[in-house]
């Protein structure tokens, strides 16, 4: 079956180049698109294109669709090309002509902005709640060991003392800065565009604002022809604030496969965390970092394959578009699991706490010690060149003490800050809001 069928055969060959993986895809959707078409109906019931009774047929019978498509009892059939068409002939076997009534007013164009605008913005709300997970465990870690001191290197080389405060901290503000980025991205998705139909509009008298209302979004995609033109850049946006997740962990994984090594010995995973070698038996491999640090740059290039597919696209609708759900609607999956894995491991992670008694690490003392002349009266370049001379001749001496006091530093890491900060970003995006409106749908 499909929607725009009028009695012509399509080749074989072309119909499975064209269809492409929509039919895989698609079982993902069907929960928003049955959400969709009761909020569509609802809509078409008060302006006069369905009776009441009608409507309650159809309400009925799309919440029974609903459970099987959120039980993982739905299924496309062979033959039927999408989510849409198979919704539709589900209606229409089981209702007759009033299922065939439910398309008026829009087209495959809006339903599919619609569905993959509501499957975003369910995924982006779970994305921010590993991430918050994530990052409240981050900073557990690091009010955990903020007296520790660490190395804290410049082009590789010792530099100046840090610490697993300031380290583990470091990735915890990075996430709420992500999360900015998120919820950019949530109210890109969070603009309905129900009712634009094939990006143009409808001569029906629809009411955009009652659909918008009825699902939850922060407000409508107005102009018509911008409505068909967001697609791409929507999931190109997502991307980008999926992709700056994946930027942090990356680099959080590239730290944990350095210090887990003899060379630095700075963190050490559990046994039960790590993989062995075939032919060496001393290899404990921080295999977990390596594939995060893989899956997480490989996210990274998701808003240029994005890029690459719509850029030279003029305005309407080509189906150029349907290749994006390929690249974009795994990437969910994915970052979910590097999110998980991350959480697990640095939940795991044993923290060295004598890491600067060793001697490799004195001179990383020396601005302590040029400070320290500083705050006794010497000018600042006398004491530069002062603690530089004994450094030359081995004569350097530290007590291997810090004393920073200023915001974010060791000793004042304003980790309650950083908090506050991120909790005021996750209770801005309204989850509440959408969750209630579903409901409500689905009474």
């Not at 498509?69 to 496309?76: D, M, P, S, V």
């Not at 087209?107 to 991430?131: G, M």
Request: with cysteine; charged share 25%; hydrophobic share 40%.
């Amino acid at each position: 079956m499909k929607l725009w069928d009028k009695g012509t055969s399509v080749n074989k060959r072309i119909e499975e180049f064209t269809v492409g993986r929509d039919r895989e895809l698609d079982v993902f959707l069907a929960p928003f698109d049955v959400l969709g078409t009761m909020a569509h109906i609802t809509m078409l019931e008060s302006v006069g294109l369905l009776s009441n009774d009608e409507l309650k047929e159809l309400l009925t019978e799309l919440k029974i669709i609903y459970k099987q498509a959120t039980t993982g009892q739905f299924l496309i059939e062979e033959g039927i090309e999408d989510v849409h068409s198979q919704v539709e002939l589900m209606l229409t076997r089981k209702l007759g002509d009033v299922g065939k009534k439910v398309h008026s007013g829009r087209s495959r164009n809006d339903q599919v902005l619609l569905d993959l605008k509501l499957y975003t913005r369910s995924r982006i709300e779970e994305v921010v709640k590993a991430v918050d997970k994530l990052f409240q465990v981050l900073q557990q870690k690091s009010e955990e060991h903020k007296n520790v001191l660490i190395p804290g290197y410049t082009h590789l080389q010792v530099a100046m003392p840090s610490s697993f405060g300031v380290w583990f901290g470091a990735f915890a503000e990075s996430l709420a800065d992500d999360l900015l980025l998120l919820q950019a991205a949530w109210r890109t998705a969070n603009q309905n565009p129900l009712g634009t139909a094939a990006g143009y509009g409808s001569s029906f008298p629809l009411n955009r604002t009652l659909t918008t209302d009825l699902l939850g979004f922060e407000d409508l995609n107005y102009n018509v022809g911008y409505a068909q033109m967001a697609r791409g850049k929507m999931e190109r946006t997502v991307a980008y604030a999926l992709s700056s997740v994946g930027q942090t962990i990356a680099k959080l994984a590239v730290d944990g496969c350095l210090y887990t090594s003899q060379n630095f010995g700075f963190l050490k995973l559990p046994d039960e965390l790590t993989t062995g070698s075939s032919i060496m038996p001393h290899k404990k491999n921080p295999d977990v970092f390596e594939l995060l640090r893989a899956h997480c740059n490989k996210l990274q290039a998701l808003p240029e394959s994005i890029g690459m597919i719509t850029a030279n696209l003029p305005s309407g609708y080509f189906r150029d578009l349907q290749l994006i759900k390929e690249v974009f609607m795994p990437a969910f999956d994915e970052l979910l699991d590097c999110v998980d894995i991350a959480t697990f491991a640095i939940e795991n992670i044993e923290v060295k706490t004598d890491v600067m008694k060793d001697e490799k690490y004195k001179l990383a003392f020396s601005v302590e010690e040029v400070n320290k002349l500083v705050l006794s009266g010497v000018p600042f370049r006398d004491a530069y060149k002062q603690v530089g001379l004994a450094i030359e001749a081995g004569e350097f001496e530290t007590d291997g003490q810090v004393n920073h006091t200023h915001e974010g530093s060791i000793g004042n890491l304003c980790n309650d800050k950083v908090a506050s900060k991120k909790n005021k970003i996750v209770n801005e995006f309204g989850f509440e809001k959408v969750e209630q409106a579903i409901q409500n749908l689905l009474k």
